[in-house]
């Protein structure tokens, strides 16, 4: 099975330290070979999520960084990462996988939604959130996911009272979770299996959130 190697590991730690474009040149080819062998990663995890899932695309990111407006003018990512998104207009939400040494991390939701979900989901939470706390409570999601993380507002969005009891979740700006891997996690032989079943314990969350965005508040089909 396909797994991230120390030499993968070592070369973006390497990269980390010597990011710039003459560095780079000259490692281009050992870049290519560990690009392609993090691929093949991505490739069976994806390949393992399509036994639970209906995975439309893998998309593996590209290192190089866009720097016109940043402050950071290092040209190169420090880590590899890819996504995947669900098939077709009724399955919502993607993964994503964030692998540097030190700081890698799986994800899974809704980052930055658009105006228009932003607003469905929030409508759900302000009549009823109780599905949304039945798989924030379950064993096996908590373990995996723990709780939503990302920003969230000051105050209540517009339109929203306050004091509603589920204000913490109507005051988020995502709808995402994080799980943070440490280097052994990354460097274990069954990263992917480990993957794979981290992805499928956020399915709940993914048929919730798809269920609300495909339907009115009445529960009917927009699609």
Not at 24 to 51: D, N, Y
Not at 169 to 185: A, C, G, H, S
Request: hydrophobic share 35%; proline share 3%.
């Amino acid at each position: 099975m396909s797994r991230i190697t120390k030499e993968i590991f070592d070369f973006l730690k390497d990269l980390s330290q010597n990011n710039n474009r003459e560095w780079f040149e000259t490692h281009k080819a050992i870049f290519k070979e560990h690009q392609l062998a993090t691929k093949k990663v991505f490739e069976s995890v994806k390949e393992g999520m399509q036994i639970y899932d209906d995975i439309e695309k893998m998309k593996m990111f590209r290192i190089y960084r866009d720097v016109r407006f940043s402050k950071d003018k290092t040209p190169y990512k420090d880590f590899f990462s890819a996504s995947m998104s669900r098939s077709g207009a009724a399955l919502r939400g993607s993964y994503y996988m964030h692998l540097k040494p030190g700081d890698a991390f799986l994800a899974v939701g809704f980052w930055d939604p658009n105006k228009e979900d932003l607003l469905r989901i929030r409508k759900e939470i302000e009549i009823n959130a109780s599905d949304f706390y039945e798989f924030l409570k379950a064993q096996e999601f908590r373990a995996d996911w723990g709780d939503f993380s990302g920003e969230t507002l000051k105050t209540a969005p517009k339109g929203f009272d306050k004091n509603h009891p589920d204000i913490a979740l109507l005051r988020r700006k995502n709808y995402v979770f994080v799980k943070p891997l440490t280097d052994e996690q990354l460097l274990h032989e069954d990263f992917v299996k480990q993957t794979v079943s981290s992805f499928h314990s956020a399915r709940p969350f993914l048929n919730l959130m798809s269920d609300i965005l495909t339907t009115d508040l009445n529960g009917s089909s927009i699609l």
